[in-house]
């Protein structure tokens, strides 16, 4: 069985980089009806931020990224938090000791500053086995526990970078238990994996260099090498350096908060870094399952593209719209609404969303599309004689074709859309106005937004007797 996992620090915030490395092992054991472990590498305490965790376990919920074990649904392997399994990193480190692969090391740190000095001024690498001491005490908790390397060269195959090698040169005497009795990631994550049964671990390239202690590790414990998958770096947007939160990329919460559907999240941190070699570039959760596969990440890094990321939205949005109908989309819109819409009934809302739908990236966008739906529009005579389609008009001229239009809307019977729609076609004929000129107008008149729906749609929406009164207002303005 294919067993993959995702083991997150608690230190704050969840980014986009972190929940990638969530969503690769997710699919692979999916597709392959493995498991999926959650992991919570605490053992930083220094680092460790309350309710870190439960954001996690959130932010994975949201994206529907289900957990087979670990935190909330338990499991064989259990705990799975590191900070509870002190005994079992203990046990496996008294078993190196035992076999004379690890040694306490009570070296004060100023001293080993020293050594890293010394190196530096004879330009010569820092590894500490070249200064291991010769008389150590009998370990206990308290002392720090280092890994007594026997350098050699390692060769190993990496899923997405392929044939690797290395040389005797990057072996150290690695701290495998800290000061304070808790494992280092170095140490824990070995002993994890293999107490967990985990088949393939999925991280990000920067631990690469570090494959060759990992591997002198395993080699040390008697365990078999999992299958390793070094995951590239999602980089700035300008730049090659890898993604961080000073280059724009917010929390994967932020995000939520300005309404980004987790359906577009999951599809397009999925295809940052992996395509399956078509055109294709929506995906359903269960296509990705079906498609996944190792040789189709990129060896070298994905750019982060948040316009992509608001593309990819607005064609879920519509999707959703379409597919499933405006009432499932209304569903998802809880927050996202401008606070004078709380007056206002579900089903005049989920009109307003139905006309106004395929012009949203994100659900936050509707707090400023569909104000003027929901409380009159000041009247701004500057953005309105501004316009690039009016200002060639006089006052008398836009007055008088603001009177005619009332005139003939007023006359209108049955409000609807096509009734409008074919008013507006004959004031087109009776002003000798072009659509753009006559429309604008009309369509500033009402809204005072930047765009709008297709005209007829909103009046339809905002109704006869709103309408005519904001006509009035501002022909009374000019």
Same mark, same amino acid.
């Given at each position: 069985m294919?067993v993959?996992?995702?083991?997150p620090s608690p230190t704050?915030y969840?980014?986009?980089?972190?929940?990638r490395?969530?969503i690769y092992?997710y699919?692979?054991?999916?597709?392959? +009806?493995g498991?999926m472990?959650?992991?919570?590498?605490?053992?930083d305490?220094?680092?460790?931020v309350?309710?870190?965790?439960?954001l996690?376990e959130?932010?994975?919920?949201?994206?529907?990224?289900n957990w087979?074990e670990g935190?909330?649904?338990?499991?064989d392997?259990?705990?799975?938090f590191?900070?509870?399994r002190?005994?079992i990193?203990?046990?496996w480190a008294r078993? @190196?000791i035992?076999?004379?692969?690890?040694?306490a090391?009570?070296?004060?740190?100023?001293?080993?500053?020293k050594?890293?000095?010394?190196c530096?001024?004879?330009? #010569?690498p820092?590894l500490?086995?070249?200064f291991?001491p010769?008389d150590?005490?009998?370990?206990?908790?308290?002392?720090?526990l280092?890994f007594?390397?026997?350098?050699k060269?390692?060769?190993?195959?990496d899923?997405?970078m392929?044939?690797?090698h290395?040389?005797p040169?990057?072996?150290?005497d690695i701290i495998?238990?800290?000061?304070?009795g808790?494992? #280092?990631y170095?140490?824990?994550h070995i002993?994890d994996?293999?107490?967990?049964?985990?088949?393939h671990?999925?991280?990000?390239?920067?631990?690469l260099s570090?494959?060759?202690?990992?591997?002198a @590790?395993?080699?040390?414990?008697?365990?078999?090498?999992?299958?390793l998958?070094?995951?590239p +770096?999602i980089l700035?947007?300008n730049?090659?350096?890898k @993604?961080?939160k000073?280059?724009?990329?917010?929390?994967?919460?932020e995000?939520?908060?300005?309404?980004?559907?987790?359906?577009?999240?999951?599809n397009?941190?999925?295809?940052?870094?992996?395509?399956?070699? #078509?055109e294709?570039e929506?995906?359903?959760k269960? /296509?990705?399952i079906?498609k996944?596969s *190792?040789?189709?990440?990129?060896n070298?890094?994905?750019?982060?593209?948040? #316009?992509k990321l608001l593309?990819?939205n607005?064609?879920?949005?519509?999707s959703?719209?379409d597919?499933?109908?405006?009432?499932?989309?209304?569903a998802?819109?809880?927050?996202?609404?401008?606070?004078?819409?709380k007056?206002h009934?579900e /089903?005049?809302?989920?009109k307003?969303?139905?006309?106004?739908?395929d012009?949203?990236?994100?659900?936050?966008?509707l707090?400023e599309?569909?104000?003027y739906?929901?409380?009159d529009?000041e009247?701004?005579l500057d953005?309105?004689?501004?316009?690039k389609?009016?200002?060639?008009m006089?006052?008398a001229?836009i007055?008088?074709?603001l009177?005619?239009?009332?005139a003939?809307?007023?006359?209108?019977?049955?409000?609807?859309?096509d009734?409008l729609?074919?008013?507006?076609?004959d *004031?087109?004929q /009776?002003t000798g106005k072009?659509?753009a000129?006559?429309f604008?107008l009309i369509?500033?008149?009402?809204s005072?937004?930047?765009?709008?729906?297709?005209?007829?749609?909103?009046m339809?929406?905002l109704?006869?007797e709103?309408?005519?009164a904001?006509?009035?207002?501002?022909?009374?303005?000019?």
């Amino acid at each position: 069985m294919i067993v993959t996992r995702f083991a997150p620090s608690p230190t704050g915030y969840i980014h986009i980089g972190n929940v990638r490395s969530a969503i690769y092992p997710y699919l692979l054991a999916r597709q392959n +009806h493995g498991k999926m472990i959650l992991r919570i590498e605490d053992t930083d305490r220094a680092r460790y931020v309350e309710g870190a965790t439960e954001l996690v376990e959130d932010t994975l919920e949201w994206l529907g990224l289900n957990w087979d074990e670990g935190p909330i649904v338990g499991g064989d392997h259990g705990p799975y938090f590191q900070s509870e399994r002190q005994e079992i990193y203990h046990d496996w480190a008294r078993k @190196l000791i035992a076999k004379g692969r690890a040694y306490a090391d009570p070296t004060p740190s100023d001293q080993i500053e020293k050594y890293r000095e010394q190196c530096n001024a004879s330009k #010569t690498p820092f590894l500490y086995r070249n200064f291991r001491p010769t008389d150590t005490p009998e370990w206990q908790p308290g002392i720090p526990l280092r890994f007594k390397a026997e350098p050699k060269s390692y060769e190993w195959h990496d899923e997405v970078m392929g044939d690797m090698h290395a040389g005797p040169e990057v072996l150290d005497d690695i701290i495998l238990i800290k000061k304070d009795g808790y494992p #280092t990631y170095n140490f824990a994550h070995i002993v994890d994996d293999a107490e967990m049964g985990v088949t393939h671990v999925m991280r990000g390239v920067e631990y690469l260099s570090s494959t060759p202690n990992y591997l002198a @590790l395993y080699e040390a414990l008697d365990l078999p090498r999992p299958k390793l998958v070094s995951l590239p +770096h999602i980089l700035a947007p300008n730049s090659n350096k890898k @993604l961080g939160k000073r280059d724009g990329a917010k929390s994967v919460t932020e995000y939520r908060q300005d309404g980004i559907l987790p359906e577009a999240m999951l599809n397009y941190l999925a295809c940052l870094g992996w395509n399956d070699g #078509t055109e294709q570039e929506i995906y359903t959760k269960e /296509e990705l399952i079906a498609k996944f596969s *190792l040789d189709r990440i990129q060896n070298s890094g994905a750019r982060y593209d948040e #316009t992509k990321l608001l593309w990819m939205n607005g064609q879920w949005i519509r999707s959703i719209f379409d597919e499933q109908g405006p009432e499932a989309l209304y569903a998802r819109t809880e927050g996202f609404w401008p606070s004078v819409a709380k007056t206002h009934s579900e /089903e005049y809302k989920i009109k307003v969303l139905s006309i106004l739908y395929d012009r949203l990236r994100a659900l936050a966008d509707l707090r400023e599309m569909s104000a003027y739906f929901f409380s009159d529009p000041e009247i701004n005579l500057d953005f309105l004689i501004n316009n690039k389609f009016i200002k060639k008009m006089s006052e008398a001229e836009i007055e008088s074709l603001l009177k005619t239009t009332i005139a003939k809307l007023a006359s209108i019977d049955a409000w609807d859309a096509d009734n409008l729609q074919q008013a507006l076609n004959d *004031l087109l004929q /009776e002003t000798g106005k072009k659509p753009a000129e006559l429309f604008s107008l009309i369509r500033i008149a009402i809204s005072f937004a930047p765009f709008s729906p297709a005209l007829n749609l909103t009046m339809e929406v905002l109704g006869k007797e709103i309408a005519l009164a904001r006509l009035n207002a501002v022909a009374s303005a000019i």
